[in-house]
T-cell receptor, first 112, second 117 residues
Framework: DADVTQTPRNRITKTGKRIMLECSQTKGHDRMYWYRQDPGLGLRLIYYSFDVKDINKGEISDGYSVSRQAQAKFSLSLESAIPNQTALYFC???????????FGDGTRLSIL | AQKVTQAQTEISVVEKEDVTLDCVYETRDTTYYLFWYKQPPSGELVFLIRRNSFDEQNEISGRYSWNFQKSTSSFNFTITASQVVDSAVYFCALSEYTTSGTYKYIFGTGTRLKVLA
């Protein structure tokens, strides 16, 4: 089984819909991250969490919200999806901030 | 300000050629960490290497080697005798310690490497 699991892997939805992307991990890491990847822009940080009670905005948090339900679970929500949120979304975990991040397989989200 | 620049958007080489992917970084801190990740066409992100700012030794792992030079703020990645399976997007990343007591992680925009048979 994968250490970092993202669901769904693919999602197509319409403008204005609420979407939730889920991430769970079995690595036992405290730190979890959500990124989006767009062609030519690399990976940009949306939100990150150092533990269940600590959630922080990244560089592009507008239009997104997160929930850290447990050490192992970190969900990303788009309250009212818009087409420019079409992207590949990654969840990642790390043991500490100076350690490698471990990524899920990504969620490809298309908003029509 | 913290920044990672991968100026090469896309590189194409013929199989068995050597290729170097450039990474230039900016940081105000003396303690920082550099990383390389690989994203093959299947889409997952795979960690390749981590280097801290106090260790300027070059590293070799099979056909892969990394050249860290603090004098030029560069952490370049060379693939020797490239193979088609090396075709991927490669990301360089920087983690530095901030005044808020946390590490901030930033990725470059990636270099797409195409190795032609």
């Amino acid at each position: 089984d994968a250490d970092v699991t993202q669901t769904p892997r693919n999602r197509i939805t319409k403008t204005g819909k609420r979407i939730m992307l889920e991430c769970s991990q079995t690595k036992g890491h405290d730190r979890m991250y959500w990124y989006r990847q767009d062609p030519g822009l690399g990976l940009r940080l949306i939100y990150y969490s150092f533990d269940v009670k600590d959630i922080n905005k990244g560089e592009i948090s507008d239009g997104y919200s997160v929930s850290r339900q447990a050490q192992a679970k970190f969900s990303l929500s788009l309250e009212s999806a818009i087409p420019n949120q079409t992207a590949l979304y990654f969840c990642a975990t790390s043991d500490r901030g100076n350690q490698p991040q471990h990524f899920g397989d990504g969620t490809r989200l298309s908003i029509l | 300000a913290q920044k990672v620049t991968q100026a090469q958007t896309e590189i194409s080489v013929v199989e068995k050629e050597d290729v170097t992917l450039d990474c230039v970084y900016e940081t105000r801190d003396t303690t920082y960490y550099l990383f390389w990740y690989k994203q093959p066409p299947s889409g997952e992100l795979v960690f390749l290497i981590r280097r801290n700012s106090f260790d300027e030794q070059n590293e070799i792992s099979g056909r892969y080697s990394w050249n860290f030079q603090k004098s030029t703020s560069s952490f370049n990645f060379t693939i020797t005798a490239s193979q088609v399976v090396d075709s991927a997007v490669y990301f360089c990343a920087l983690s530095e310690y901030t005044t808020s007591g946390t590490y901030k992680y930033i990725f470059g925009t990636g270099t797409r490497l195409k190795v032609l048979a």
